[in-house]
């Protein structure tokens, strides 16, 4: 997910929130004018049981595929159109006095599972942020590992090697302590940006931790993984960061290392540390390999 995706489903999640919080108070107004079919307008006033449901109005018209794809959003929008239809039925029975307790507990049911959908979607993409770290958009550790092993299943399986490395930002200690931590912030939503737009489509980018990240290199063996890095090291050399008042040079140290000689996630992310460590040690800015043998 990039950050620009990762914006718009927390900007959906937000409409989310409203639109249930509208719906639930249509629904609200609904059993109003069930239980009192001759008196004007409902709970609220001027309420129209014509009105639009306030539900979709809501939500974002930015297209999401992954909510688009959501079997709970599917089935929550199937739910309402019938919800609409029960309400125009049950609306008629009860101005002529037809409506009976088992037409009521059907709408109440049908309003429950509403409900239920609703909070399953909004589960499902909270739950989807969560693996994304708050401050660059970028996937974070608990994701991160998870890939890891699940590329080292397939690299035993296939054959294929893959890489990761480490990658830690220059002396940002003094960027905080001279510009403060906000201008350090936006340099490290800066930095998350540029290596995303940098790197091939099929690498991943993690925050490890502060100032540190991790990229994954799917289908990459070391020697091939150096030059991607140098490439990416220069190009974030190339591009000063920072906001209107002051802009800086940023350059990066990286570790990496191949699944060639690895088996695991931790001996992988341990060796990519140590090339880190002597990438700075030999002065920082550039890429160094992990210990083989």
């Keep these: ?57 809501w939500l974002s018209d930015v297209y999401l595929e992954e909510v688009d794809s959501s079997p709970f959003y599917r089935r929550l929008l ?14 008629i029975k009860a101005s002529e006095q037809q ?25 499902q993409i909270t739950s989807s942020l969560i693996e994304l770290d708050e401050l660059t958009g970028l996937y974070n550790r608990n994701v991160m590992e ?34 403060g931590h906000a201008f350090g912030d936006k340099i490290l939503q800066q930095l998350a940006d540029n290596m995303e737009a940098s790197v091939r489509p099929y690498d991943r980018i993690y925050r490890y931790g502060g100032e540190e990240f991790l990229v994954l290199l799917q289908d990459t063996p070391l020697k091939a993984a150096v030059g991607v890095l140098e490439r990416l090291r220069k190009t974030i050399a190339s591009k000063p960061m920072g906001d209107d008042e002051l802009m800086i040079d940023v350059t990066v140290s990286v570790g990496v290392m191949g699944s060639e000689e690895l088996n695991s996630v931790e001996a992988l992310i341990e060796a990519a540390d140590e090339a880190l460590y002597s990438a700075k040690e030999k002065g920082r800015n550039r890429v160094e390999v992990g210990p083989v043998g």
Excluded: C, W
Aim: proline share 2%; glycine share 6%; aromatic share 10%.
């Design 1 to 57: 997910m990039t950050k620009q995706e990762t914006k718009d489903m927390d900007h959906f999640l937000g409409d989310l929130r409203r639109a249930l919080k509208a719906q639930e108070r249509y629904f609200l107004n609904v059993i109003f004018k069930l239980q009192f079919p001759d008196l004007e307008g409902g709970l609220d006033p001027g309420f129209s049981i014509e009105a639009s449901s306030g539900f979709q109005e």
């Design 78 to 91: 199937v739910q309402q159109e019938q919800i609409r239809k029960m309400t125009e039925e049950l609306l």
């Design 99 to 123: 409506l009976d307790s088992a037409d009521f507990a059907t709408f109440l049911r049908a309003v429950q599972r509403f409900n239920e959908l609703g909070d399953q979607l909004r589960v």
């Design 146 to 179: 998870r890939d890891i092993e699940d590329e080292l299943e397939s690299s035993r399986r296939s054959g294929r090697s893959f890489s990761v490395a480490m990658l830690d930002l220059d002396h940002f200690k003094a960027v905080n302590d001279t510009h």
